[in-house]
């Protein structure tokens, strides 16, 4: 039985390549809760629309186990706080959302996949900056501020499963 109330567990991550020249990416996320909403601030998230750039998406060669994942270059962004509204997404009971990232040189090592056979393992991880089980209009300014540190504001890990993608 499933509780009443959306927790960090009921966002379903996936990925998949939509697009070999060039390569894309694209992430989804999934509210899998029955009856409730989810609000997720989209900061260093699947869905920050610099996601690859602030490593939340990781590289390995496709063609031996156990190498390393490439050292992509890596931003730290320093942003306004609070943050507005805009950067919310609410997430009713089964609704997904999803944006594609390209794989472009020199973030991307094109030439060392397709050295190494032209594929690769891709996943996504990091750490949810902010959640909450209510609608965008549901959370309070007060809440917006505190962040993950608000009463009903929740924090979590999140890991997709690795997806083999062609260069």
Do not use: C, Y
Not at 84 to 105: C, H, N, V
Not at 117 to 141: F, H, I, P, S, Y
């Amino acid at each position: 039985m499933s509780s009443s109330t959306a927790t960090p567990a009921d966002l379903a991550l996936s990925i998949a390549q939509t697009s070999a020249n060039p390569p894309t990416l694209s992430i989804k996320l999934t509210n899998t809760h029955a009856s409730a909403p989810l609000t997720l601030l989209t900061w260093d998230s699947p869905l920050d629309p610099q996601a690859l750039a602030l490593g939340l998406v990781h590289i390995a060669p496709a063609a031996s186990e156990g190498d390393e994942p490439f050292k992509l270059p890596t931003i730290k962004v320093s942003r306004k706080l609070p943050p507005r509204r805009e950067d919310l997404i609410t997430l009713a009971p089964g609704q997904s959302r999803a944006q594609e990232i390209e794989f472009k040189e020199p973030v991307v090592p094109l030439g060392k996949i397709r050295e190494k056979g032209g594929k690769a393992k891709v996943w996504v991880m990091g750490n949810w900056r902010a959640l909450w089980a209510k609608t965008v209009e549901q959370v309070g300014d007060e809440e917006l501020e505190a962040m993950e540190a608000a009463k009903d504001g929740m924090t979590g890990a999140f890991e997709s499963e690795g997806v083999l993608v062609e260069v």
